[in-house]
């Protein structure tokens, strides 16, 4: 139980102690705070998104409480089209095997 006690200390200082300095500042700072972090979240989310070949629109997911993880352990394990293809020749190999063949 004692161990039990440490993480939840731990857990408690990273996350609630940031949280809480924030969260007793004026109600303006607050807010600008948290609206700047939920934009970081779309964009790199919808970045993400892009890069995996999909709508950067379904980033707005992310911004549903519970339905964020879940769409992050989903897109995780969906297949990821700029990963799955073939990699491309470079030009000169291209270029040198064109050649050899009207040889």
């Given at each position: 139980m004692e161990m039990l006690d440490?993480?939840?200390?731990?857990?408690?200082?990273v996350y609630w102690q940031p949280w809480a300095a924030i969260m007793s500042t004026d109600p303006w700072t607050a807010n600008l705070v948290m609206?700047?972090?939920?934009?970081?979240?779309?964009?790199?989310?919808?970045w993400v998104l892009a890069k995996g070949g999909r709508s950067p629109l379904w980033a707005l997911v992310l911004l549903i409480?519970?339905?964020d993880i879940l769409a992050m352990w989903l897109y995780a394990y969906i297949r990821w089209p700029f990963v799955d293809r073939?990699?491309?020749?470079?030009?000169?190999?291209?270029?040198?095997?064109?050649d050899a063949g009207t040889d």
């Open positions: 440490s993480v939840v200390a731990l857990l408690n200082a609206a700047i972090l939920l934009m970081l979240k779309l964009i790199f989310g919808g409480n519970g339905a073939a990699p491309a020749r470079p030009a000169a190999e291209s270029t040198v095997a064109a």
